[in-house]
């Protein structure tokens, strides 16, 4: 029996009942990967001996009779620029390919208590700058519904792996849309949690005020466990979240009942890929016959949200970045002086478009811009996050399309950086005003590339993001199609 | 609101990439500066929008300083801080010579 093609929920449950072990599941997923990653390419790494080591040591533990966690013994992959401690973490950078992390990131420290199986770290767009996973140093990952379309990215592996079958679940990170549109591009289902909700102690940094992790999962099932097992308070991290973490599972219910959706104008306009319009107009016709009220609200400060995002994004990001100076961690190339061994490092080791945002940021903090850019930013980005505000005072949710279009083909934007930053109209905004988001499949098109349906909360609302989504999910049946990945 | 989209100058690029020390090739300097044009015309969009009694906006969270009690208390072991310095010497980062003789 195959089994690199059921939830974990399903896996969980199997192994609770003895039917399947831990090492025969990670070895089922391993010879997945084997199928797979050849034309998918989503990791960097593939941690094959410690994966079935940790296999072994949950299945003592099932054997034992201890009482077994969610993931336990279930196989998942890391986003590349989550720290792990003895671990490469590269971000899918040069500047960090023999970067070998001291320490655990919070999340992964939170996770190891339910003791589930590391296959490896995911491939992403360098520092992930990026939307299609073309910005890796590395290789670019290949979308597994067709290996000649982009996964979407940042978290391209994370999504096309979980898509393929060569991980059960993966985490990410989304700066910008970085979990929600890969999964949209991948047609499985990614959270970007509210800012401060997870720990970002050990998320190698790129945007701080916009950073999250968050979970690539099969279904809205898995999504809320794996949310509940990374979410919480962390002193290492002083904007995390103080607010007690509900009991997500309680959300799985099938519920919507009353429960008031806001669709906003400004993101159905003219031009919008038709295949994607009716995918997401017939899902909400779906909840409204559940016994959702809809109503159209207006968010006016949309139009405005990719250029705001652009400035502050890479504002944050060339500060950030900044770290990177051939001294205390990552690659150095030698110059003459000092000041030569820093500018040919960073020359050397950085690709294009993490050198492009540098360049951006730098532009807009310098003397004689700031107040025309950054700060100008800053105050759309107020109005943009009262836009919410407001909206939610008349609805719980907003549902939106995830992205634009289905899965472009892999070189089709890369030569043209504002086109590709476009795509990013629907996503932005959320991180841009702290908000919960998930992505699910909702559809697919002509061509058989998935359509990814967005849920955006209240802050600190996750449960009520994840009830609308699993009452969704449960009326349909896309999330239950795999990938046919040729060999 | 005026625009303040103005041409990107080769000196400001030049300038810029001093200040992230990162070179730019002179034949790629073209091809940086068309791509930093396009890119301010379409934020100058921003230009358009009236903000004059608007605070900026740089954390969603109402962000002040945690402090805790300044206690010794574990830290990371100093072999596994350098473990990923590109150069050490004696338990320190190596650099090349900023002060002359």
Same mark, same amino acid.
């Given at each position: ?6 939830s ?8 609770v009942?003895?039917e399947?072990?831990?090492v ?16 998918i ?18 299945? !003592? ?23 792990t401690?003895?671990v ?10 023999n ?18 199986v ?7 767009? @360098? ?15 290949h979308?597994?519904w ?13 999504a ?13 990170s ?9 999964a949209?591009?991948c ?12 720990s970002?102690?050990?998320?190698v940094a790129?945007?701080?005020s ?10 809205v ?6 949310l $509940?097992?990374?979410a919480?308070?962390?002193k290492?991290d ?8 509900p009991?997500?599972?309680?959300s799985?219910? @099938? ?20 295949e994607?319009?009716t ?45 990177y ?17 820093m ?11 993490v ?12 003397a004689?811009y ?11 980005r107020?109005?943009?996050k009262?836009?919410?505000?407001? =909206?939610?005072? $008349? ?5 939106t ?7 472009y ?6 030569n043209?950086?504002l086109?590709?930053?476009l $795509?990013d109209?629907?996503?932005v905004?959320l ?6 988001g ?7 098109s ?11 909360? !209240?802050?600190?609302?996750?449960a ?11 009326s ?9 990945v040729? =060999? | 609101?005026?625009s303040i ?5 080769k ?5 810029v990439?001093?200040?992230?020390r990162?070179?730019?090739p ?5 091809? #940086? ?12 969009n921003?230009?358009?929008?009236n ?12 962000? #002040? ?17 350098l ?19």
């Amino acid at each position: 029996m195959r089994l690199y093609n059921k939830s974990a929920h399903e896996l969980h449950d199997l192994l609770v009942k003895k039917e399947i072990s831990s090492v025969e599941l990670t070895k089922d997923v391993l010879a997945r990967l084997d199928e797979t990653e050849n034309n998918i390419q989503a990791y960097i790494d593939v941690t094959r001996e410690t994966a079935l080591q940790e296999a072994e040591k949950a299945d !003592k533990n099932i054997a034992a009779g201890e009482a077994i966690s969610y993931f336990e013994g279930i196989p998942g992959a890391i986003k590349d620029n989550i720290c792990t401690k003895g671990v490469k973490t590269t971000c899918a950078s040069r500047m960090l390919e023999n970067f070998v992390p001291p320490y655990n990131a919070t999340v992964m420290e939170k996770l190891q208590t339910e003791r589930p199986v590391i296959l490896g770290k995911a491939n992403m767009d @360098e520092f992930a700058m990026g939307g299609s996973t073309e910005n890796s140093a590395f290789h670019p990952t290949h979308n597994p519904w067709n290996a000649d379309c982009v996964p979407g990215g940042s978290s391209g592996g994370s999504a096309a792996a979980v898509a393929a079958g060569s991980a059960i679940w993966a985490l990410g990170s989304d700066t910008g849309g970085s979990i929600r549109q890969p999964a949209s591009f991948c047609g499985v289902v990614g959270m970007k949690p509210t800012y401060g909700r997870v720990s970002r102690y050990g998320l190698v940094a790129f945007a701080s005020s916009l950073d999250q992790i968050g979970p690539l999962t099969r279904d809205v099932t898995d999504c809320a466990h794996l949310l $509940q097992a990374i979410a919480g308070n962390d002193k290492y991290d002083s904007t995390s979240s103080a607010s007690e973490v509900p009991d997500y599972t309680k959300s799985l219910v @099938e519920d919507v009942k009353g429960l008031k959706i806001g669709i906003p104008k400004e993101f159905f306009v003219k031009g919008m890929d038709a295949e994607v319009e009716t995918a997401v107009r017939d899902a909400i016709r779906k909840l409204e016959s559940l016994g959702a009220n809809v109503q159209e609200i207006s968010l006016p400060h949309t139009e405005y949200a990719i250029s705001v995002y652009y400035l502050i994004a890479p504002a944050e990001a060339a500060t950030n970045l900044e770290r990177y100076d051939g001294v205390s961690y990552g690659a150095r190339v030698d110059g003459v002086d000092v000041v030569d061994m820093m500018t040919k490092t960073r020359s050397e080791k950085f690709g294009e478009e993490v050198k492009r945002r540098i360049l951006i940021g730098n532009y807009a903090l310098s003397a004689g811009y700031y107040d025309a850019y950054y700060l100008k930013a800053l105050k759309v980005r107020r109005l943009i996050k009262e836009d919410y505000d407001k =909206a939610f005072g $008349q609805v719980d949710v907003i549902v939106t399309p995830t992205a634009p279009t289905p899965a472009y083909k892999i070189g089709e934007m890369s030569n043209d950086p504002l086109k590709m930053y476009l $795509q990013d109209i629907y996503t932005v905004p959320l991180n841009l005003a702290g908000l919960p988001g998930i992505s699910l499949p909702c559809g697919y098109s002509g061509q058989k590339l998935p359509i990814g349906l967005q849920i955006i909360g !209240k802050p600190l609302d996750e449960a009520t993001v994840l009830r609308t989504a699993y009452t969704y999910e449960q009326s349909q049946s896309f999330h239950k199609e795999m990938a046919e990945v040729k =060999a | 609101m005026v625009s303040i989209v103005a041409k990107v100058s080769k000196e400001d690029l030049e300038m810029v990439a001093v200040l992230s020390r990162l070179e730019v090739p002179e034949q790629d300097k073209e091809k #940086h500066l068309r791509q930093l044009d396009s890119f301010l015309q379409y934020v100058d969009n921003l230009s358009t929008v009236n903000t004059d009694t608007v605070e900026p906006l740089a954390h969603v969270l109402p962000i #002040h300083n945690v402090f805790r009690e300044d206690e010794v208390r574990p830290s990371l072991d100093r072999e596994l801080a350098l473990s990923n310095a590109p150069l050490k010497e004696d338990g320190y980062f190596k650099v090349p010579k900023i002060l002359e003789d």
